[in-house]
């Protein structure tokens, strides 16, 4: 009987490759999955985020009111400025001298030869006391002026009759007066109505016909304190030496700044330190520029509330990682990564600060614009205020949502689910 003996030999074992179930492999989230997922927090929380997003409202909401409401009256000096005539100038006598510098009576002739003059005018104190009548006492009026005045005056200085006339070549030679807007209310004559009778003023114990009243002059605060009577009448009334106190020269703009340097030479060759160039509308620039000195102090309060607000909304995000520890280990658990927990909270903040910005942008700009047609201004709004708030709230909720991504992605499953 025969035994067939088989020998089984050993081969290495080949590796069975294993199918894996595409749906297993970890999943890409769409940008706006993502989105939708960031937007999770907002919605179930939404009270919370309001209050969160709010203080980075109030800060962008103040840099946008602090940059337009300056910026619309900016705008409104300008065109009042284009309105009134940035091309002027007033030349007086350096004051304090002594003895007391005066003018050459031929002055204004000689500034008319100037190239790019288009205007002259003056007037000139007569140093005369003026009464309402002849009953009244001297300090009843103190303050007021009595200045003989060219008949061209109004041209010069870009002023207007409220009502009645200015004086003309006829009117400049008889005792007749118009008086400054301010002038005007200190004596009673609030206008001068045709076909009745013309009030009456008391000069130097010479009555004097009121033929018209000007509306105020911003260029000119002198002249609104002033009584203004002929340049001849004066003369022979009030016995003026015909020495004009200040000179109005209206240029054209591209020559203006030559004509200031040679006015002084030209009204007084002699001595020409002793004439002062001065021109109005920087006067009133720089009046007005006062007025936002403290534009600088609001921006950074705005900063500062940005900064509250950037805290506020990184609070919020710890809190809410604490809070969603459960929510965080059920989406590892489930195959989410640490990219997609990032992600996920990182976008909760941007999006909560953009909201909060967009509130702010929106606030803002209807507060700026309210107030400027409030104060009739014309509203501006600047775009890079606009541009520079919303874009702060971005990178602000950038910043504050860094920490508590990285904090909530670092949680483990079991760590995670095991938090009761």
């Not at 605060?221 to 002033?226: A, F, K, L």
């Not at 009334?237 to 591209?254: N, S, Y």
């Amino acid at each position: 009987m025969t035994t067939t003996t088989t020998t089984t030999s050993k081969r290495p074992a080949v590796p069975v490759p294993v199918a894996v179930d595409a749906d297993t492999r970890p999943v890409r989230l769409a940008p706006l999955d993502i989105l939708r997922l960031g937007l999770l927090g907002i919605r179930t929380r939404k009270m919370r985020a309001a209050l969160s997003a709010l203080g980075i409202s109030i800060g962008i909401a103040t840099m946008i009111v602090v940059t337009g409401i300056p910026a619309s009256s900016q705008k409104a000096l300008m065109n009042e400025l284009s309105a009134l005539g940035t091309n002027m100038l007033q030349a007086v006598p350096v004051p304090n001298q002594d003895p007391p510098v005066q003018l050459p009576p031929q002055s204004v002739d000689m500034v008319r030869r100037i190239g790019p003059v288009t205007e002259v005018s003056a007037v000139a104190n007569t140093h005369s006391e003026i009464f309402r009548n002849d009953r009244v006492g001297s300090d009843d009026y103190a303050g007021l002026a009595v200045l003989a005045s060219k008949t061209n005056l109004l041209r010069a200085i870009n002023a207007e009759v409220q009502s009645g006339r200015f004086l003309g070549p006829t009117t400049e030679k008889f005792p007749t007066a118009v008086l400054g807007s301010v002038a005007a209310t200190r004596m009673g004559i609030a206008k001068v109505v045709p076909g009745q009778p013309a009030p009456q003023v008391y000069i130097n114990k010479r009555w004097f016909t009121v033929i018209g009243v000007l509306a105020r002059t911003p260029l000119s605060p002198d002249i609104d304190r002033s009584v203004l009577v002929g340049w001849d009448a004066a003369r022979t009334q009030l016995k003026f030496t015909g020495h004009p106190t200040v000179i109005f020269v209206k240029a054209r703009e591209d020559g203006i700044d030559a004509v200031r340097d040679v006015l002084g030479p030209t009204i007084y060759p002699e001595l020409p330190g002793l004439v002062q160039v001065s021109r109005p509308s920087d006067a009133l620039a720089a009046k007005r520029a006062t007025q936002t000195t403290f534009s600088a102090l609001f921006l950074g309060l705005a900063g500062v509330a940005l900064l509250v607000g950037g805290i506020g909304v990184a609070n919020t995000m710890v809190i809410s990682v604490l809070e969603r520890r459960r929510e965080i280990g059920l989406r590892r658990a489930l195959g989410a990564n640490r990219g997609q927990i990032r992600s996920q909270f990182l976008t909760e903040s941007v999006a909560l600060s953009c909201l909060g910005g967009l509130a702010g942008t929106v606030l803002g700009v209807l507060a700026t614009i309210g107030y400027a047609t409030y104060q009739g201004w014309p509203p501006v709004i600047p775009l890079p205020a606009v541009a520079g708030g919303f874009g702060g709230a971005v990178l602000i909720g950038m910043a504050a949502g860094v920490y508590p991504s990285i904090r909530a992605s670092r949680l483990t499953p079991t760590e995670a689910l095991a938090t009761t």
